[in-house]
């Protein structure tokens, strides 16, 4: 990436996560050129869109039926919707620390401040913008990730009137947190116990964890998810995946999902063109950012126990997490919110973008295939530098902003 003074950065944070393939990925930029001059929108079906429908259910294990839309935010309110219409029941469950868009149902206790977020085993459903309709808020509840105990007595106690239960299958919002062994698995096993539709919230973890997302990797399948950011290289375009129990509700006409630009051929040519890059390349392009990427996570952690620095690293080699800590894993938002310094961690952020590595102020970082030994090797010596830059700073935290 080159900024307007011309300063060139090494890139983990690829917009919010849908480069996997890089910036202008030449696979895509081309594929996009071609349909440009076919047609922009039909307001029906074409070529593409079959193309794209039939590998999302080759690739993905739930995906009997797709639909496709321009955001995640969006597609998570039509699972929503089709698990209320299939249940007759009203209630989400929801976790802390876990995006799922920005509507008024959704943006609940994503990041609630500690003073407002209530007891840890039933936390309080906060909303995290001014202006979200009450009712939408209350009837999402929230619970702390990764904690069966939790978990059941809430489907003991809430179960029946529970639509569905929504959450990120490895928590990408909040630092990087696997889910604890048996624990998806004991969500799927509670909501089929109690016909609570389960969905899985890939719009991160699509792709970029693989070609069947993390119901492929975990071995655990969802009744709905819901993919974005990485199938299409950076175009607006996301996609509701689910059984065909569900999913005939819509076909039928009984749910109602629309949306204008829908399936537009930019869009489709895209998605096409990147599933398909990533498909057909033989699993070299997932090796490639593997190794790399485990690489980066070595090399930090190498850097930062050489000098004494508690920086933790977790995560999966395609999408990662750093912060400044003295735990030795991070489980759930409040032990994050609670034991990390995220004001340290925004110095560092600024500091690495001093030395030409750009990364989200959150933590966070993401591979793409584009990324080389080179580029590791760079980023690595910007690492230690900016870690060195922090300690020495003397200014107290906070001033920084
Ligand atoms: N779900 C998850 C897990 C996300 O990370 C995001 C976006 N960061 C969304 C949903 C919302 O997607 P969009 O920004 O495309 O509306």
Partial sequence: MTDVDGNIYVDYLLGQGPLLLGHSSPTVVEAVKRVLEQGQLFGGQHELEISVAKRMCDLIPCAELVRFGSSGSEM????????????????????????????????????????????????NSVPGSKGQDPAAVADTRVLPWNDEKVLREFFTEHGDRLAALIMEPVMLNT??????????????????????????????????????????????????????????????????????????????????????????LTVMAAADATTRALAEDGAQSYEGMTRRGEQLMEGIREIASRHGLPLLVEG??????????????????????????????????????????????????????????????????????ALLAVESDREPAGERG
């Fill in 76 to 123: 998570v309110q039509i699972a929503l919707r089709l698990a209320r219409a299939f249940t007759g029941r009203n209630l989400v469950l929801k976790f802390e620390g876990h995006y799922h868009g920005w509507f008024d149902n959704t943006l609940v206790s994503v990041h609630p401040p500690l003073g407002q977020a209530g007891e840890r085993t039933s936390p």
């Fill in 175 to 264: 630092h990087a947190v696997l889910p604890r062994p048996g624990y998806l698995e004991e969500a799927r096993r509670l909501c089929d116990e109690h016909g609570t539709v389960l969905i899985f919230d890939e719009v991160i973890t699509g792709f970029r964890l693989g070609l069947s997302g993390a119901q492929g990797r975990f071995h655990v399948v969802p009744d709905l998810a819901v993919f974005g950011k990485a199938m299409a290289s950076g175009f607006p375009i996301a996609c509701l995946a689910g059984r065909q129990r569900l999913m005939d509700l819509i076909a039928g006409g009984e749910v109602v999902h629309a949306g204008t630009f829908n399936s537009n």
């Fill in 316 to 385: 999966l080699p395609t999408a990662f997490a750093t912060a400044y800590t003295d735990r030795p894993e991070i489980r759930d938002y409040r032990e994050f919110a609670e034991h990390c310094d995220q004001t340290k961690y925004k110095r560092l952020a600024l500091a690495l973008l001093e030395r030409g590595v750009h990364v989200a102020l959150r933590g966070i970082w993401y591979l793409s295939t584009a990324h080389t030994e080179d580029d590791i090797e760079k980023t690595l010596e910007a690492v230690e530098g």
